[in-house]
Structures are given as structure tokens and as C-alpha cells.
């Protein structure tokens, strides 16, 4: 009687240590899920359902890249869609003069017209406007001290056409990297050295 007792009365034993191993796991998968980008969790859910929602970055993406064929701006943006957002790149060497913050006037209205396709999404998304130079060193006594000035004065000139086309300003910020942040080598591949130092001078809306 005692022996069976005792084997009644330790079983809750059993049912408490399920109990807070799965709460433990519920709190391990909620910290998880937080910590994942919307970009990441886009995939998983695309992975389990198959399908791709109208507003997801995938999405967002096809419908650029078809306004860049339809425009045959292919030289001048660049997409992709990584685990931190969608990222849009342009050409600095195409849209920007050399050592110059200034959209060229010929190329304004192909700019605008791209930037203004992602007013619709700017409820659900944020953006962050990226300013990349390449390492060749920016020459004393021009418009700017260093790389860190001119990736910056760029990313903000594309912040206000962003603005301009309809996105909350507290929605967007800006970021200066200079050389810093150069293109894996996999993108590089085949290029020459002037057309690698090319892909590095950029700005790339990320949207995230």
C-alpha cells in the first residue's frame, strides 16, 4: 500500500516536467520567430504553403523587375532578395557623375518613376537607403572630404526621392558605408577591374 501510494503521488511529477518543457520550447520558437526577418519568414511560409503572398518581397520583386525590362533599365538596377529584405541597386556610376551627389537630369524621371512603385508598400515595410563608394580614395580639394561623405550624400538624395514619392520619412533611414561594405566575389566574377569597381559604386534601397 505504501509502495503504491507513493507511485500515485510523484506521477504529477511526470505531467509538471511535460508541462514546462513544452512551455520552455513554445518561449524557444516565440524568440526565435521575433528575432527572424520578415524577408526569412516569407520563405518559411512560402516552403509550407507553396504559394507566394501579393505583398510579399518576392512579389514586390517581380513587379520591378518587370518595370525594369519594360523600361530596358537593367544597367541601371539590380535586384535581389536576400534574408535581410529586398534590395534594389543602383548603378552609382550611371545615375550619379563621378565624385558628384547630384541624379543626373537625364536619368530624374527614370529614378522617380522606379522609386514611386514602392509607395504602395510603405504601410507594411521599412527602408533603408545604402550608400556604397568603391576604394579608390576621393581626390583632395573636391566636393567632398572622403568616400564616407559622398556614400552618405548620395543615399540622401535617394532618401528624398523616396520621400517625394510618397513614403513616411519615419520609415526610411540612411546609411553611409563607403568602401566598406564591398560585393561578394561571386557577383564580381568575369568582370574587369573597372567593371568591379563599378558594381561597387552603388545605392541600394533595401526594403526591409
Known amino acids: 500500500m505504501q509502495r503504491r501510494r507513493n507511485g500515485s503521488e510523484e506521477s504529477w511529477l511526470l505531467s509538471y516536467a511535460d508541462l514546462i518543457t513544452n512551455l520552455l520550447l513554445f518561449f524557444v520558437v516565440l524568440l526565435t520567430a521575433a528575432n527572424l526577418s520578415k524577408g526569412r519568414m516569407q520563405q518559411i511560409v512560402k516552403s509550407i504553403s507553396g504559394s507566394e503572398s501579393p505583398t510579399s ?21 539590380r535586384t535581389n532578395v536576400t534574408a535581410d529584405g529586398l534590395e534594389l541597386s543602383l548603378n552609382s556610376g550611371l545615375v550619379f557623375d563621378s565624385g558628384k551627389a547630384q541624379i543626373r537630369p537625364e536619368l530624374e524621371q527614370a529614378v522617380t518613376s522606379m522609386l514611386q512603385v514602392l509607395a504602395p508598400y510603405s504601410t507594411k515595410y521599412s527602408f533603408a537607403v545604402e550608400g556604397h563608394t568603391d576604394s579608390t580614395p576621393i581626390v583632395s580639394g573636391g566636393l567632398f572630404a572622403s568616400n ?61
Open 57 to 77: 518581397l518576392e512579389s514586390i520583386r517581380k513587379e520591378i523587375d518587370a518595370q525594369i525590362a519594360q523600361k530596358q533599365m537593367q544597367e541601371l538596377v
Open 148 to 208: 564616407w561623405e559622398l556614400s552618405s550624400a548620395r543615399a540622401i538624395v535617394v532618401r528624398q526621392r523616396l520621400e517625394a514619392a510618397g513614403l513616411a520619412r519615419e520609415r526610411i533611414r540612411v546609411e553611409g558605408y563607403a568602401d566598406t561594405k564591398p560585393l561578394p566575389e561571386e557577383q564580381l566574377t568575369g568582370l574587369s577591374p573597372q567593371e568591379r569597381l563599378a558594381r561597387h559604386r552603388r545605392v541600394v534601397v533595401r526594403i526591409y
